[in-house]
């Protein structure tokens, strides 16, 4: 897999992340079965231990432009859902 290669599965992964955190929430694994199933030629590239190990990074680690990025989302899912009753939160995410 290229490095190329390897880039669009982690964008494919946040996205996915994104997604799946506005349907109610996700897991790991949860989300390496969605990746898997709408984009099977990219998971059989990468192989299903190196995309739920690609997953759990993502889900599990703390970048800033990523951490700006959910920041924005979370305050939009607070106006959605919430009324804009959470303020206060910082999110952490990949």
Known sequence: MTNQSLEEMKKIIRETTIQLMDYGGTVPEATREVV???HPELWAALGDDQLLTLCRE????THLEESARFQKLFGVFNARYFEGK????TVLAA
Do not use: E, K, T
Not at 58 to 61: M, N
Not at 86 to 89: C, M, V
């Open 86 to 89: 959470l303020d206060g939160f």
């Open 36 to 38: 898997a199933d709408v």
């Open 58 to 61: 993502i889900q599990g680690s």
